[in-house]
């Protein structure tokens, strides 16, 4: 199949172009930059902007493709350009759980439902708000005038993730001091590893029956960010203290900046982004890994391969230990 990957030099659509490829299609990666590293020689690269309509009717031009995977579309006008350029073409539409999770009437784990029939809860941010409500619109222009699935996935981990959010456990991990975690992180939700999602992918576009006009939830196995966090600290062979804060605590003692909680919302409890992920695995007979089998390989790369810049939210780290009186070491748990 000759395919195009809309963000194909992005966290997802470098996993998904280098198992394509490694299967034998002709895939064709679109982006505004290409880094040398991280895609295979084979991958055609494609230089343009998502958001400019000349830009896209160029790169159609270019190739009959039979299949778009867009993993940069996030809003009406994102939607409507895709439709217009690619109007009868196969297209993967890469959604997320935010459409669930922002939405009242939703109860996890959260199956597969028609788009807008609920009302916006309002608890949450308004930038993420605004996230899934875009996603949520664009899902429905597609739907509707082009010949494509929507595919809805939870927070995505692996090698490479550019928002730095496991990142931001492990730095402190790393420099031995404790771990403040929100006082529900035991709550389970999903996760998706980066490889697993490649591999959704091309079960969806080598399989006989496409599932066009449909939503489907794709997600790994579930475990709270509790769970998360005690695994990457066995992985590690690290004993950090880890101190669970109730919300009003974390307010209370000026802990309440940008992002310091991954995976959790303003309010500081953890996101519920638990989703059912069974129709997706019937209808194409798919199965995500064990998360003993991708999480090592994670960690790993990020202790010993990353070599960027310390995530946004660790420039308050020194805050967090002045607060509490603590230095480096310790183990154990409590809750405040």
């Not at 996603?135 to 739907?143: D, Q, R």
């Not at 946004?312 to 154990?332: D, I, P, Q, S, V």
Request: proline fraction near 5%; glycine fraction near 10%; include cysteine.
């Amino acid at each position: 199949m000759k395919i195009l990957i809309l963000g194909g030099n992005g966290f997802l659509g470098r996993a998904a172009a280098s198992l394509f490829s490694g299967r034998g299609h002709a895939v064709s990666a679109f982006s505004r930059s290409f880094s040398r590293a991280g895609l295979p020689a084979g991958v055609k690269r494609l230089t343009g902007d998502r958001r400019n309509l000349r830009d896209l009717e160029k790169t159609a031009a270019t190739e009959d493709f039979d299949l778009v995977i867009d993993n940069i579309g996030f809003n009406t006008g994102d939607a409507a350009l895709l439709a217009k350029t690619f109007p009868c073409k196969r297209c993967f539409f890469i959604s997320a759980s935010a459409v669930y999770s922002i939405l009242d009437g939703t109860r996890p784990p959260y199956k597969e439902k028609e788009p807008g029939k609920f009302k916006l809860k309002k608890s949450e941010s308004p930038d993420y708000a605004a996230y899934a409500l875009g996603k949520l619109e664009a899902e429905k222009i597609l739907l509707k005038k082009t010949e494509c699935s929507v595919f809805r996935l939870p927070a995505v981990l692996g090698p490479g993730e550019r928002e730095l959010r496991l990142y931001s456990y492990l730095a402190r991990i790393r420099d031995g001091g404790p771990i403040f975690l929100p006082r529900k992180a035991s709550l389970k939700r999903s996760f998706l590893y980066s490889g697993d999602f490649a591999r959704a992918m091309l079960a969806a576009a080598e399989a006989p029956w496409r599932g066009a006009g449909e939503v489907f939830n794709i997600t790994g196995q579930a475990f709270s960010l509790e769970e998360l966090v005690r695994s990457c600290l066995k992985i590690l062979g690290k004993k950090n203290k880890i101190i669970f804060l109730k919300p009003e605590k974390i307010s209370e003692l000026g802990l309440d900046f940008p992002g310091i909680f991954p995976f959790s919302n303003r309010e500081y409890s953890v996101y519920r982004d638990y989703l059912d992920g069974k129709k997706f695995e019937k209808r194409f007979s798919w199965k995500p890994l064990d998360p003993r089998q991708w999480l090592p390989k994670t960690v790993n790369w990020f202790m010993n391969d990353y070599s960027g810049s310390l995530p946004e939210n660790y420039k308050y780290r020194k805050k967090e230990m002045k607060l509490f009186g603590l230095k480096a070491g310790g183990t154990g748990a409590k809750s405040l």
